[in-house]
C-alpha cells in the first residue's frame, strides 16, 4: 500500500464548505502546481489554467451564472488531474470529505455531443506556432493567483464546440478589430494554401484549427474552420493602410474599415545584389490601369541575366502578365498595387517588393479607389487594442524583415504607453512575444 505523506490537494477537503467558487478553483490551481502539475502534465494544466481565466473574464463582465459555471469546470478539472497524479504515483495526502462532485455534475458545462460549450480558452504548446498572429486576450488573471513562469500561458481564447474540438469564439464586435471566426466550405480546384490565402491566414494554422494533414487534398465541399481576426493597426479617414508583418491592406472609407484584404508583399530574403522587402512610407495613389502591360523593373532583369534566362522587358497583358487584370500604381518608386497569376501566394512574402492582391479581392477594389487617395505603407508587428469592456488583446507577429525592433521591447512600450501595465498578464505578452 502506498504511503500519502504530501498535502497537496487540500482542494479535496472540507475547507471548500464555507468557502466560494473563486477561492476553490485558485486554490485548486495554487496546489496542483505546488505538486508539480506544471511538469507532469504542462497540456492539462494550461488547459485548466484557461479554463479558470474564461470565469475571470465573464466575472469582469458581470456574469455570475457563467463565471460560476468555469469555476466550478475548473474545480472539476483540478479533481481529475489530481486523480490523474494519484494513478502515476505521486506521493500526496488526500482528505476526500466534502467534495464538489455533486455541484459540479449540475453546474459546471459539458462538452459532450450536441452540448455547445462558451468560450473556454484553450491551446497546447504545440499549436503555439500556429497561432502565434492570433488576437489574444492579455488581461491579467487576479493577484491572488500566481503567475508561473516555467510555463507556456495560453495565447489565444479558444471555444469548445459541439464535436469537442478547440476552436475560437466570435464574441468580438469592437470596430477595433476585423475579420471573423467562421466557416469555410471547400470548392473546386482548392487546396490548403490556396484556402488560406484567400481568408489571411497561414496554411499551417488552418490545417492545425482543422486537425488536417497538410499534405491530404481538400474534398469539394469539406468544411473548415477559420480565424481571421486581426486588430486593426492604423486608421484614415479616407485612403489605404498597408501593414507589413499582418499582411494586410486596410481600406477606410468617410473614417470607417471598408474592407481589409489580405496581401503578398516583399520577398523578406535579401542578398547582397538584390532587396525586394516592400518600403514603408506615406504614399498617393497615381495611376490605374485595367489589363496592364508589366514593364520589367531593371532589378528583375538583371536577376532573370544571372540566372541564365532570358531577359524580357515587358509582358503585355493575358495569362502570363504577373499584374494580373487591374494595377494602381503608387507614388512609391517601383510600388504598384495588383491582382496576381500566382494566388496561392497571398498572405506570404513572394513579391519584388509590389502588394499582390487575390483576384477576385482586387477587381472590386480597383472600383472603389480613386487617383490622388492617399495611402501609408507600415510596420508593426505588435499591436494592442482595449474594447469597449476593458478587455485587453495583443496581437504579434514575427520581424519579418530582421529591422530589429525588440518585439518585447515595442509590446512594453505600447502597454506602458496606454496605462496597462497593472492589468496584463505579462506572461501571456512574454510567451506571444517568444
Same mark, same amino acid.
Given at each position: ?50 479554463? =479558470? ?14 463565471? #460560476? ?13 489530481? $486523480? ?19 455541484? @459540479?455534475?449540475?453546474?459546471? !458545462? ?29 488581461? %491579467? ?8 513562469? $516555467? ?20 464574441? @468580438?464586435?469592437?470596430?477595433? =478589430? ?35 494533414? !497538410? ?33 494586410? @491592406? ?27 522587402? %516592400?518600403?514603408?512610407?506615406? =504614399? ?13 523593373? =531593371? ?6 541575366? #544571372? ?9 503585355? !497583358? ?44 482586387? *477587381? ?23 474594447? *469597449? ?8 507577429? +514575427? ?17 506602458? +504607453? ?17
Amino acid at each position: 500500500m502506498r504511503m500519502l505523506v504530501v498535502s497537496a490537494f487540500i482542494f479535496l477537503t472540507s475547507t471548500f464548505a464555507n468557502a466560494d467558487l473563486r477561492n476553490e478553483a485558485i486554490i485548486a490551481i495554487s496546489e496542483l502546481r505546488g505538486a508539480g502539475g506544471i511538469h507532469k502534465m504542462p497540456d492539462e494544466m494550461l488547459s485548466m489554467d484557461t479554463t =479558470f481565466i474564461a470565469a475571470e473574464q465573464y466575472l469582469q463582465l458581470n456574469d455570475r451564472e457563467k463565471s #460560476d459555471r468555469y469555476y466550478l469546470l475548473t474545480i472539476q478539472k483540478a479533481r481529475v488531474l489530481a $486523480t490523474i497524479l494519484l494513478e502515476r504515483g505521486t506521493e500526496i495526502s488526500v482528505n476526500t470529505n466534502d467534495q464538489p462532485q455533486d455541484r @459540479l455534475q449540475s453546474s459546471a !458545462p459539458s462538452a459532450s455531443p450536441g452540448h455547445s460549450v462558451s468560450p473556454i480558452p484553450v491551446v497546447t504548446p504545440e499549436s503555439a506556432p500556429y497561432i502565434q498572429a492570433v488576437v489574444s486576450p492579455i488581461t %491579467t488573471p487576479p493577484s491572488t493567483v500566481q503567475q508561473d513562469e $516555467t510555463r507556456s500561458p495560453p495565447a489565444t481564447e479558444q471555444t469548445a464546440s459541439d464535436d469537442d474540438t478547440d476552436y475560437f469564439p466570435n464574441d @468580438l464586435t469592437s470596430e477595433k =478589430f476585423v475579420g471573423n471566426v467562421n466557416t469555410y466550405i471547400v470548392r473546386k480546384n482548392d487546396s490548403l494554401r490556396l484556402v488560406a490565402a484567400k481568408l489571411g491566414v497561414a496554411p499551417n494554422q488552418l490545417a492545425h484549427i482543422n486537425q488536417l494533414d !497538410p499534405k491530404v487534398s481538400l474534398k469539394f465541399g469539406q468544411k473548415l474552420k477559420y480565424n481571421n481576426r486581426k486588430i486593426v493597426p492604423q486608421r484614415m479617414k479616407n485612403g489605404i493602410v498597408i501593414n507589413i508583418p499582418d499582411r494586410t @491592406l486596410y481600406y477606410f472609407k468617410q473614417g470607417k474599415l471598408a474592407v481589409s484584404i489580405p496581401v503578398a508583399l516583399g520577398a523578406a530574403n535579401r542578398s547582397e545584389k538584390y532587396n525586394w522587402k %516592400t518600403p514603408t512610407g506615406k =504614399f498617393r495613389i497615381i495611376g490605374k490601369q485595367k489589363n496592364p502591360t508589366w514593364y520589367v523593373p =531593371f532589378s528583375i532583369q538583371s536577376k532573370m541575366e #544571372d540566372d541564365g534566362k532570358e531577359v524580357i522587358t515587358s509582358v503585355p !497583358p493575358g495569362p502570363s502578365n504577373p499584374l494580373g487584370k487591374y494595377a494602381i500604381k503608387t507614388s512609391l518608386p517601383g510600388i504598384m498595387i495588383h491582382s496576381t497569376t500566382k494566388p496561392g501566394s497571398i498572405y506570404s512574402f513572394a513579391s519584388h517588393g509590389c502588394i499582390r492582391v487575390y483576384p477576385e479581392d482586387m *477587381e472590386g477594389l480597383f472600383k472603389e479607389i480613386k487617383i490622388n487617395m492617399l495611402g501609408e505603407i507600415i510596420y508593426r508587428p505588435v499591436k494592442l487594442a482595449v474594447t *469597449e469592456e476593458g478587455r485587453i488583446f495583443m496581437e504579434v507577429h +514575427k520581424d519579418a524583415y530582421s529591422k530589429n525592433m525588440g518585439l518585447d521591447t515595442e509590446a512594453r512600450r505600447l502597454i506602458e +504607453k496606454q496605462n496597462l501595465s497593472d492589468r496584463v498578464n505579462w506572461a501571456k505578452v512574454k510567451i506571444m512575444i517568444k
